[in-house]
């Protein structure tokens, strides 16, 4: 073998199996499921999306059909308003249910429970987490969408969304976590 | 009648289609310049017409999809990212002249910026970049003479599709994000360029000629 194609074989190696090792370490250190868009595409309704925990009385496990249940506030094609991290604005229509019913019906906040944060389930997470007081005085403004523009959110959804008005001093698409997976009660 | 100087044998440089003692052949097809650096109107018109091609291609073709389903994590769509710097190369194959490369990526910048991209006219920088970066790639491979080898494409494409990555990346403010997932998502850029940009964008530029695409070099 000429040393120039021994030598690309050695970097295609050694490149392949960094991204094993890199991609194997980040799946168990950041708790990502290698399944768990297979699992959203091919999963019915009744397939655990969410899970709500931290300083939680229990931790609660939430379905897609529980999402859309009656059971929970649903905000049906309301216009979020967005800004990403160039100051850019434009608006989004989502449907899905208000966090703030779901932690209240089901009673879910521990003793001291003051913040939450959105996990994405690709290793991704919201900037930072948000008092709890907003999702409370924001009902309807603090969103877990699974519609967006009339249509369902067929892969990426759950998603969380909070309007600009709730935190006008953040960017809001780094609190637009797609692949929820987690919220942290802290 | 007198040989029209400006035409050039394509059969004496040493691109081809066909392998002829370990040198690669083409059929005469092209609108030659004799090494002419300017540019002639086929260059425009392939830039401006494939580079509109591509922004419509990038801003509408969700591309992601093909490895979201398999790959989890976030910045592993990164693997497919080369799609949006693969008219650049193909451009470049057929004029081998490093400013279509640039009018390529510009022309696709406005057309995305046009169709409404949620990065405004910071895309045209991004595109703009982009295609400097492949014209720094070749430059570099040249200089190493493996300008026309799958190697030097790789490796220019490599560069070429790098750019964004990062850019995109620290722009989005991502430092929460776990290093693994930075050092992957860049890996992925680079091997999508190397993939996509240089192998593909080679390859299509050996078949358009084959198929007898009018070359401008």
């Known amino acids: 073998m000429e040393k120039r194609n021994f030598n690309i074989l050695v970097a295609s190696i050694?490149?392949?199996?960094?991204?094993?090792?890199?991609?194997?370490?980040?799946?168990?250190?950041?708790d990502i499921d290698p399944f768990h868009?297979?699992?959203?595409?091919?999963?019915?309704?009744?397939?655990?999306?969410?899970?709500?925990?931290?300083?939680?009385?229990?931790?609660?496990?939430?379905?897609?059909?529980?999402?859309?249940?009656?059971?929970?506030?649903?905000v049906k094609d309301k216009t979020f308003h967005l800004i990403n991290a160039i100051g850019r604005e434009f608006d989004k229509v989502y449907s899905g249910a208000s966090l703030w019913s779901i932690l209240d019906v089901e009673n879910l906040l521990g003793a001291g429970a003051s913040t939450f944060l959105f996990i994405g389930a690709d290793g991704y997470y919201a900037e930072t987490p948000l008092s709890l007081s907003l999702a409370e005085n924001n009902p309807e403004?603090?969103?877990?969408?699974?519609?967006?523009?009339?249509?369902?959110?067929?892969?990426?959804?759950?998603?969380?969304?909070?309007?600009?008005s709730v935190i006008p001093d953040e960017i809001t698409t780094h609190f637009t976590i797609k692949y929820l997976k987690t919220i942290l009660i802290e | 009648m007198k040989p029209n100087k400006n035409k050039i044998n394509i059969n004496d440089t040493e691109e081809s289609s066909e392998k002829i003692g370990g040198q690669d052949k083409y059929k005469t097809t092209g609108f030659g310049q004799l090494g002419s650096k300017k540019l002639t109107l086929l260059d425009l018109l392939y830039s401006t017409i494939i580079g509109v091609l591509g922004g419509i291609i990038s801003s509408l073709i969700p591309f992601s999809l093909l490895i979201k389903v398999w790959y989890p994590s976030i910045g592993g769509t990164q693997l497919v990212s080369g799609h949006h710097v693969i008219w650049a190369s193909i451009v470049y194959g057929l004029t081998r002249k490093k400013k279509t490369i640039l009018l390529t990526m510009i022309s696709k910048g406005l057309l995305e910026f046009l169709l409404g991209d949620p990065w405004g006219l910071i895309i045209l920088l991004v595109n703009f970049m982009e295609g400097v970066c492949l014209v720094g790639g070749f430059l570099?491979?040249?200089?190493?003479?493996?300008?026309?080898?799958?190697?030097?494409?790789?490796?220019?494409?490599?560069?070429?599709?790098f750019f964004q990555a990062p850019f995109f990346w620290i722009v989005n403010m991502r430092w929460r994000i776990h290093w693994t997932l930075w050092v992957l998502a860049f890996m992925f850029a680079y091997i999508s360029g190397i993939l996509i940009v240089g192998l593909l964008g080679r390859s299509v530029k050996n078949y358009l000629i084959k198929a007898g695409v009018p070359t401008t070099f």
């Open chain 2, 140 to 161: 570099f491979m040249e200089k190493l003479g493996e300008g026309e080898t799958k190697l030097g494409w790789g490796i220019a494409g490599g560069f070429g599709n």
């Open chain 1, 141 to 164: 403004q603090v969103l877990i969408a699974y519609e967006k523009n009339g249509e369902p959110i067929f892969y990426e959804g759950p998603v969380s969304v909070i309007d600009y």
């Open chain 1, 37 to 74: 868009n297979i699992k959203n595409i091919f999963g019915g309704d009744d397939t655990v999306v969410i899970t709500i925990k931290g300083n939680v009385v229990e931790e609660f496990e939430l379905t897609l059909s529980e999402l859309k249940s009656d059971k929970y506030t649903q």
């Open chain 1, 14 to 30: 050694i490149i392949g199996i960094s991204i094993f090792w890199l991609s194997a370490y980040s799946f168990v250190i950041l």
